[in-house]
Each structure stands twice: as structure tokens, then as C-alpha cells.
């Protein structure tokens, strides 16, 4: 299958100068989750569900965010149906990969050429847990974004991410999650990587920001997992209320299971960008 996207109009550009771009255009540090679930949507196709969705919000975001377990789930042809939903995003509106991908050095530069080079994403997630040759793969693609999970907003993230360990030979215990973020700062030479930080624990996005206070900090768990949205945006964005991509899926996608899926959709997205606008002037 031709999964290789082009653009007539595509201009190479480091991620983050394109999602300040679409952020400042769009007004808007809202990015939109494209998780596909039958049991959720409409009857319809899932690669006409993402189109709608997308034609409803574009400019409404500052990036999309396609989850690919939930093209994968659909069987042989699902990543067609993801490929051929990414070709309705805006070429100005960087689209972040999310696989978690984490693995040997060798696998590693396989997940990094598929994401970035088959799907055309401008930035991925991935898991930190097996060092750095699993990272450097991704971060090879200096025009690339690379996400690595932080502290995410899942429930049992404490269960690992905020044990306390100690940094090489100091007597100083820190917690996990503080030990990525170091490291993530370490590795960062290209200066292409940021954190995922759910919005659902709001000291540690507190710290991680001001650890890392120039990174992109992607900011799952509004929404449908409770995050809070005004911890996201006083603890996630940077001195210039930036920086901070704060994701909605399933808030927003299935706003409506009936045929006004797409304005009910819109609806939704234009609220949470005007509250995030809104928390972000007052911070």
C-alpha cells in the first residue's frame, strides 16, 4: 500500500517553529485526539468520521493527534484508514504520532522511519524505559518532535513514576519521573524533545515545567479522564503562555453520536480553546 504522504504545499520546518505557527494562527494550544472507536462513533466510516471531524476543527487547532492503536485494532487495512485520515490535516497543522514506541536501537530506526517518513507525522511518542539508543533514533529527525512519556495520566502511573531512586553516585532521591525529565534534557541536543505530562497530576507537571522550561509539553487526561484544565494551563505553558499542547479526544469526537456529530464536535473544541484562551490571559 502507497502509505508515503506528499503535500504540493508542505514546507519543511522544524516542529516546533509549525506548531508555534498553527498555534498563533489558529489562536489555540487545543489539540484534537483522532481515536477512532466503532463502539463510540456514528455508523460511518472511520477514515469519513476523521475527515469531518477534521474539516469541523482545523481552525480550531494547533496540532492533531492520532492514536494508532485504534487504526491498528481495525484489522490489516487500518493503517491505510490512518494514512488516508492524515491527508485531510492542514499542511501548516503538525500531526503527532502517538505510538509510544520504545525499542532496541535497530527496531527503534524502523518505528522512527515509519512514523515519520511512511505516515509524515512531525512528531511521536515514545517510551523512555529502555535508554537512550531506544530515543536516538527519533531524535536523528532534527525536524521532528519527539515525545517522551513523562509522567502520564493514567491512574497506575504512580506504580513506577513516582518511585524514588538515586542519580548516579549523590545521596540525593528524586522521583522517576524527574529522572526522565533530566535525562530527556540531556539528550535533547537537537532540541526536538518534549514530555508528555497528563494534565491529571498537577504537581508533577508543576515541577517537570519548571525543570524544563523551554520544552513542549504534550498535556493529555482534559476532558473525559478529569484532568484539570486550568492546572494544565497555569502549570503546562511556558513565561509566554506557550508551549504547552493541551489534548482532547474523546471529549470532543463524540460530543454527538447522531448525524451533527461534526458541529457537535466543533462546538466542543471552540469551548475548550476559548477556555484555555481565556485561562492563559489570566496567567
Known sequence: MALKREWADYKLMKFTEKLLGASKKN?????????????????????????????????????YKPN???????????????????????????????????????TARKYAYSIFDL??????????????????????????????????????????QKLRCRMGSTTKNIQLFELIAIKACEWNTNHNIG????????????????????????????????????????????PKGEKAIITSSRQVLYASKGKDFPSAARLEASKLRTRINQLVSRK
Open 27 to 63: 489562536n489555540s494550544l487545543l489539540c484534537i485526539g483522532l481515536d477512532p472507536d466503532p463502539a463510540l462513533m456514528p455508523n460511518i466510516d472511520v477514515v469519513e468520521f476523521g475527515r469531518q471531524i477534521i474539516s469541523a476543527t482545523k481552525d480550531l487547532v494547533c496540532a
Open 68 to 106: 494508532f492503536a485504534f487504526y491498528e485494532a481495525l484489522g490489516t487495512d487500518g493503517l491505510t484508514k490512518l494514512d488516508q485520515t492524515l491527508k485531510h490535516v492542514p499542511s501548516n497543522v503538525p500531526i503527532i504520532g502517538d505510538a509510544k514506541r520504545g525499542d532496541i536501537g535497530n
Open 119 to 160: 505516515f509524515g507525522c512531525d512528531a511521536a511518542t515514545v517510551n523512555p524505559y529502555l535508554g537512550f539508543d531506544s530515543i536516538e533514533p527519533f531524535t536523528e529527525y532534527a525536524d521532528k518532535g519527539v515525545f517522551i512519556l513523562c509522567h502520564t495520566s493514567n491512574q497506575s502511573a504512580q506504580d513506577f
Open 195 to 238: 514530555l508528555v505530562v497528563g494534565a491529571t497530576q498537577p504537581t508533577p507537571l508543576r515541577i517537570i515545567r519548571e525543570m524544563c522550561p523551554e520544552m513542549n509539553l504534550l498535556i493529555p487526561g482534559v476532558g473525559a479522564q478529569k484532568g484539570s484544565l486550568t492546572s494544565a494551563v497555569r502549570n503546562g505553558t511556558d
